[in-house]
């Protein structure tokens, strides 16, 4: 018999997360730019309830060019006062700086993987602890919540749902990383 994650039981009313925990929490990405969604939406959760963080998605979209990598890297002083600025999103300078600093970062790992995807693929049988070390030396303003709460929603690492939860079974088909 499946059920859904306690989480899901216990907040039925809250469509937002229900809603990302159907379509989302734990798929596998394939494009770049949604991985660094992923990464930007995570580290702005920082301190504060996921909760905030999905009804601020679209406007961090509209903010953060789409989460367009190459976009994001070339911000300027401007851009930087422009988010600061936006009630629509978490106006936090660390936070800020990091997307900027992390798309950057992503754009140097190209040089060497070809892509973000590439680089997570390349490090997949890593312990979580691992990751955690890897992802502090590659970008900024990634602790060990932020690094775990990324890699389970994108695949990286196993738990995102329990396993009689429905969701469990579509993410399996799709032979997520923590798969592989």
């Not at 229900?18 to 990405?29: K, N, Q, S, T, V």
């Not at 190209?110 to 502090?136: I, P, V, Y």
């Amino acid at each position: 018999m499946s059920s859904y994650c306690d989480y899901c039981n216990t907040h039925p009313e809250d469509t937002y997360n229900r809603e990302y925990h159907d379509r989302l929490y734990g798929f596998p990405i394939q494009n770049e730019d949604e991985l660094f969604e992923r990464l930007v939406l995570e580290i702005n959760q920082a301190g504060l309830s996921w909760i905030t963080i999905l009804k601020k998605a679209d406007h961090f979209r509209l903010a953060y060019a789409g989460f367009n990598i190459e976009k994001v890297a070339a911000f300027n002083d401007e851009d930087r006062q422009r988010l600061l600025n936006d009630a629509g999103i978490i106006r936090n300078r660390l936070k800020v700086e990091a997307a900027i600093t992390n798309a950057n970062r992503i754009l140097a790992l190209r040089a060497g993987h070809g892509s973000m995807k590439s680089w997570l693929d390349s490090q997949r049988q890593l312990s979580l602890d691992e990751w955690t070390k890897l992802f502090k030396k590659t970008f900024v303003f990634t602790g060990g919540e932020i690094v775990k709460e990324f890699l389970l929603s994108t695949g990286y690492l196993p738990g995102a749902h329990d396993e009689t939860c429905p969701v469990y079974q579509q993410i399996a088909s799709l032979n997520p990383p923590w798969m592989a």
